[in-house]
């Protein structure tokens, strides 16, 4: 079935960086851009930017610009968010979504990884 | 960006009764770009409505979405025990993205 599975929780230190992963499976990896969303504990929804995997190309939200960098392996189909200069507000769950629509990079987000929590404590 | 607002905060229903969800964005959203997540606690959101009142696959037809420019609704007809959760609204006509910040319907 269409899936999205991410990698596991982590705790870093301030200052550090924070790489997750997110596998697909089921469908057609490059035909679908990926975003990334957070959700800071009992808080709401905060969209950090999406990556195409046909190009590449990329779209982040200003408040990430400088510390958020989103690639993308078409061999593994596996998208990654890589987040640095953590500071402890970045403590949150951190989901990937697919965006419904083919070849598209607005749209809504039918898919959704299960979340990483990253923790980000001294 | 486009900030969306949720109304009411917090809603307490009972099941079979109808829930009405407010979402009203400060300029008006392109295309009616427009979409509703449920979310359970510890589970990802889950794409209920896109394009204002279009039903994502599997969705079942008690729950609609209408609106156009700045006002969305969602409307749940017969609330199941299950569809006690958070709801989200979500722009994607203007970037950025943005979320509304949720409405808890409770029992």
């Known amino acids: 079935q269409v899936q999205l599975v991410q990698s596991g929780g982590e705790v870093k230190k301030p200052g550090a960086s924070v790489k997750v992963s997110c596998k697909a499976s089921?469908?057609?990896?490059?035909?679908?851009?990926i975003s990334w969303v957070r959700q800071a504990p009992g808080q709401g929804l905060e969209w950090m930017g999406w990556?195409?995997?046909?190009?590449?190309?990329?779209n982040y939200a200003q408040k990430f610009q400088g510390r958020v960098t989103m690639t993308t392996d078409t061999s593994t189909s596996t998208a990654y968010m890589e987040l640095s200069s953590l500071r402890p507000d970045d403590t949150a769950v951190y989901f990937c979504?697919?965006?419904?629509?083919?070849?598209?990079?607005?749209?809504?987000?039918?898919?959704w990884g299960q979340g990483t929590m990253v923790t980000v404590s001294s | 960006e486009v900030v969306l607002t949720q109304s009411p905060g917090t809603l307490s229903l009972s099941p079979g009764e109808g829930a009405t969800l407010s979402c009203r964005a400060s300029?008006?959203?392109?295309?009616?770009?427009l979409a509703w997540y449920q979310q359970k606690r510890g589970q990802a959101p889950r794409l209920l409505i896109y394009?204002?009142?279009i039903r994502a696959t599997g969705i079942p037809d008690r729950f609609s979405g209408s609106g156009s420019g700045t006002d969305f609704t969602l409307t749940i007809s017969r609330l199941e025990p299950e569809d006690f959760a958070v709801y989200f609204c979500?722009?994607?006509?203007?970037?950025?993205?943005?979320f509304g910040q949720g409405t808890k319907l409770e029992i």
């Open positions: 979504a697919r965006i419904r629509q083919q070849w598209y990079s607005n749209g809504a987000f039918d898919i």
């Open positions: 089921g469908y057609t990896f490059v035909s679908h851009v």
């Open positions: 990556i195409s995997n046909y190009n590449g190309n990329t």
């Open positions: 300029q008006s959203v392109s295309s009616r770009y």
């Open positions: 394009d204002a009142s």
């Open positions: 979500q722009q994607y006509g203007n970037s950025p993205n943005s």
